[in-house]
C-alpha cells in the first residue's frame, strides 16, 4: 500500500507552459517536503510545508499543503528545460517519524 | 561542510559477494539515515540511527543487511551474499533533531549492481 500517491506519474510538455503536479494522502502529516532527483543523485530539498492551508513560492514553484494536511500540490509557471527531473513527495508523520516518499513524477521539458 | 557524503558512488559486484558502503552525515546532524531506492520509484526507508543507538528497522532490511554507526558519526551499511534484487541505490540522509520539521539532507547515493 503507497502512503503517499503522486500524480501523473509522467509529464511531458513544452516550455512556457504550465503543470501541477498532485500528493494525496488518506493519512495526516505534520509536514510534507518537496525534493528534486537528477539522474545519479540524491533527492535535493525544495520546501518544506507544515501548516494547513500553507502556501509557499519558490521562484516559479508555488507548493501548497491541502487544509487537512493530507494532501499538497506543486504547481510550476512558464515552465523551462531545467525544470526537469524527478519530484518527489515526502511526508512525516510526527516529528519523531521517518519520512514517507512518494513515488515521484517525472516531468520532462521540452524546449 | 559541503554536505553528506557517500562512499563509493558506484559498485558492481557478482552475486554471492559482501560488499559494504560508507555514509558521512553532515557534522553537527545526530540523525542518520539509509533508504534503498529502485528504478522508478521513491526512497524507501531501510533503518535510522539517533547518534550511535539503531532506534528503527524496516522489515525491507533482512538478515543479509547490516548498518552500523559506531561513533555516531559516519555510518556503514553491509550487504551480505548479495543477490540480484540488492541492485538499487542506497540513499543516506541525515538530519539535526530539535531544529523545526526535522529536515533530512540526501547523499548522491551508492549505485549498487549486482550481476
Known amino acids: 500500500t503507497q502512503l503517499l500517491e503522486q500524480s501523473p506519474q509522467f509529464l511531458s510538455i513544452q516550455e512556457g507552459e504550465n503543470l501541477t503536479v498532485y500528493c494525496n494522502s488518506s493519512?495526516?502529516?505534520?509536514?510534507l517536503q518537496w525534493y528534486r532527483q537528477e539522474p545519479g543523485e540524491g533527492p535535493v530539498l525544495l520546501v518544506t510545508v507544515v501548516t494547513g492551508g500553507e502556501v509557499k513560492k519558490l521562484k516559479r514553484l508555488t507548493f501548497q499543503f491541502g487544509d487537512a494536511r493530507k494532501d499538497s500540490s506543486l504547481h510550476i509557471t512558464a515552465a523551462q528545460p531545467g525544470d526537469t527531473g524527478l519530484y518527489l513527495c515526502?511526508?512525516?508523520?510526527?516529528?519523531?517519524?521517518?519520512?514517507?516518499f512518494g513515488k515521484g513524477t517525472r516531468l520532462h521539458i521540452l524546449p | 561542510d559541503t554536505g553528506v557524503s557517500q562512499d563509493p558512488r558506484h559498485k558492481i559486484t557478482k552475486r554471492g559477494q559482501n560488499v559494504t558502503f560508507r555514509c558521512d552525515p553532515i557534522s553537527e546532524h545526530n540523525r542518520l539515515y539509509w533508504y534503498r531506492q529502485t528504478l522508478g520509484q521513491g526512497p524507501e526507508f531501510l533503518t535510522y540511527?539517533?547518534?550511535?543507538?539503531?532506534?528503527?528497522k524496516s522489515r525491507l532490511l533482512s538478515d543479509r543487511f547490516s548498518a552500523e554507526r559506531p561513533k555516531g558519526s559516519f555510518s556503514t551499511l553491509e550487504i551480505q551474499r548479495t543477490e540480484q534484487g540488492d541492485s538499487a541505490m542506497y540513499l543516506c540522509?541525515?538530519?539535526?533533531?530539535?531544529?523545526?520539521?526535522?529536515?533530512?539532507?540526501f547523499g548522491p547515493g551508492t549505485r549498487l549492481t549486482v550481476l
Open positions: 540511527f539517533q547518534n550511535e543507538a539503531q532506534l528503527e
Open positions: 493519512s495526516v502529516f505534520s509536514s
Open positions: 515526502a511526508g512525516v508523520m510526527n516529528r519523531d517519524d521517518k519520512i514517507i
Open positions: 540522509a541525515s538530519s539535526q533533531t530539535g531544529w523545526g520539521t526535522d529536515t533530512q539532507y
